[in-house]
């Protein structure tokens, strides 16, 4: 198990490194990336569930904070960080078209957030059901 | 293209200064803006000795609660940008771990030592409503209703 996450983050970070001199993509082509990462840790993989991705949204994963913490209850909406207060703008594509088109930033952020409310890195397939429900999401 | 966009930083880094005694202090870097704040303001550099900066740069993945973890040569570089632009007086050196400028000898005597109820002195634009374009001037300050600074 342990070994399959490992895989799937070494994948997930080469190509963050290539990317970073890469043109902008679209939450659709950033799935379809994913899923050939989930599926390298699993063969079983099927597809992304935008109902699992609301799940892991609203959870707490055992710490004090959710995504939905500094993202809102409502991701369409703009935010604010939990301890500094400052504005965070939507994290909905449809609210914000800026979002999951930048594979580097994806990446940055996805590390130190999973880190922060989950203690350890998100695996592709809890990402790729995250942007498929964020993707259902309309303003 | 990694050393154009670097090359660029930098030469912008270098002319990151505050015109002495205006406190305004922006602008900064787009590269200190975009990593350093997005969370909070980005601080001026001025405000904080270089053995602070350091002090901070080095634990970002463990960063007063949060992980601000960076790709190593992007830190690299905003680590050499914050420690050219850094204060060299004592009155701005950390006088704790974290390194926080709020806690600095010169920030209490500006400050004073307590904040308002659940507002932290690091939340600038509470009082500063330009921090976020490094003014810190006396006529964009609004202080929050009932908080004076105490002596």
């Known amino acids: 198990m342990s070994i399959r996450i490992l895989a799937a983050l070494a994948i997930a970070t080469a190509g963050a490194v290539v990317s970073s001199t890469a043109a902008a993509i679209s939450p659709a082509e950033l799935q379809t990336s994913l899923a050939a990462e989930a599926r390298q840790a699993d063969p079983a993989f099927r597809e992304f569930s935008a109902q699992r991705g609301e799940t892991f949204y609203r959870a707490k994963h055992g710490g004090d904070w959710s995504c939905s913490t500094c993202h809102t209850d409502n991701p369409a909406m703009p935010g604010n960080h939990a301890v500094t207060n400052k504005a965070v703008k939507p994290l909905a594509p449809a609210a914000n078209p800026d979002r999951f088109t930048n594979p580097e930033k994806v990446a940055k952020w996805f590390k130190r957030n999973c880190n922060d409310v989950l203690k350890r890195a998100c695996t592709a397939q809890e990402k790729g059901d995250l942007v498929a429900w964020l993707l259902t999401v309309k303003p | ?151």
């Open chain 2, 1 to 151: 293209m990694k050393a154009t966009l670097l090359s660029a930083f930098l030469l912008i880094a270098a002319t990151g200064n505050a015109l002495a005694g205006s406190h305004v202090y922006g602008p900064f870097p787009a590269d200190y803006v975009e990593e350093c704040g997005s969370c909070h303001v980005a601080f001026p550099p001025q405000l904080l000795t270089a053995p602070g900066w350091q002090r901070v740069m080095e634990q970002l993945d463990k960063h007063y609660g949060a992980d601000a973890s960076l790709e190593d040569k992007r830190r690299t570089a905003i680590a050499d940008f914050l420690r050219r632009s850094a204060s060299t007086r004592d009155k701005h050196a950390p006088t704790e771990a974290s390194a926080r400028l709020s806690r600095t000898a010169w920030f209490a005597r500006e400050h004073g030592p307590t904040p308002p109820a659940k507002v932290s002195f690091a939340e600038c634009t509470a009082c500063h409503t330009a921090a976020d374009r490094g003014d810190y001037s006396e006529r964009s300050i609004k202080l929050p209703a009932g908080w004076r600074r105490a002596r």
